[in-house]
T-cell receptor, first 115, second 113 residues
Framework: DTEVTQTPKHLVMGMTNKKSLKCEQH?????MYWYKQKAKKPPELMFV???????INESVPSRFSPECPNSSLLNLHLHALQPEDSALYLC??????????????FGNGTRLTVT | EDKVVQSPLSLVVHEGDTVTLNCSYE??????LLWYKQEKKAPTFLFML????IEKKSGRLSSILDKKELFSILNITATQTGDSAVYLC?????????????FGTGTRLKVLA
């Protein structure tokens, strides 16, 4: 078990559906991340939030919409996805202040299948 | 463009063997290098290296960073079947007012009984 909790664990959605992935951490981390991981590939950064503000968007298509309602929560809203968006979506968090010894902490991921 | 490269891409060894995994990087505003082990789900943290030449050790695993030559190695001695996993190297840099973690391609290790 990790200290970063993601829900749901699995999600199957059609291309016209709207769904959301949720992530929660209570470690007091002020940086939160969304990564996408395809099979046999490394995690690929999508978004970074720092102090609840979007710091980095790695040119992600607008059908993915992140939201950080407070310092513990991170959402990823999904709309009109394509089958090639099927992947493991990983949430992660890390410290910002005094972060020299702070690794990235991952949740267990949401395995998304788009049909 | 920031880049993290791992080698070999995959490796098959027998139990008891020693393996060395490599990670080289070209990253602006480098802060630290991390190693993760990934089995079926989320990557689990192994080491974070910030200073050159200081070995970090945990049981049969050890790692060292060379900031002059821009690489790190992860050693696993007396391998066991439970070491079978993908080992990911990530470099943390500071950009756009925050920390970014850039992952390498990973090394897929299979340990045979």
């Amino acid at each position: 078990d990790t200290e970063v909790t993601q829900t749901p664990k699995h999600l199957v959605m059609g291309m016209t559906n709207k769904k959301s992935l949720k992530c929660e951490q209570h470690m007091g981390h002020r940086a939160m991340y969304w990564y996408k991981q395809k099979a046999k590939k490394p995690p690929e950064l999508m978004f970074v939030y720092s102090y609840e503000k979007l710091s980095i968007n790695e040119s992600v298509p607008s059908r993915f919409s992140p939201e950080c309602p407070n310092s513990s929560l991170l959402n990823l809203h999904l709309h009109a996805l394509q089958p090639e968006d099927s992947a493991l979506y990983l949430c992660a968090s890390s410290q910002l202040q005094g972060a020299d010894n702070s690794p990235l902490h991952f949740g267990n991921g949401t395995r998304l299948t788009v049909t | 463009e920031d880049k993290v490269v791992q080698s070999p891409l995959s490796l098959v060894v027998h139990e008891g063997d020693t393996v060395t995994l490599n990670c080289s990087y070209e990253v602006t505003n480098f802060r630290s290098l991390l190693w993760y082990k990934q089995e079926k789900k989320a990557p689990t943290f192994l080491f974070m290296l910030t200073s050159s030449g200081i070995e970090k050790k945990s049981g049969r695993l050890s790692s060292i960073l060379d900031k002059k030559e821009l690489f790190s190695i992860l050693n696993i001695t007396a391998t066991q079947t439970g070491d079978s996993a993908v080992y990911l190297c990530a470099v943390r840099n500071f950009t756009s007012g925050t920390y970014k973690y850039i992952f390498g391609t990973g090394t897929r290790l299979k340990v045979l009984a």
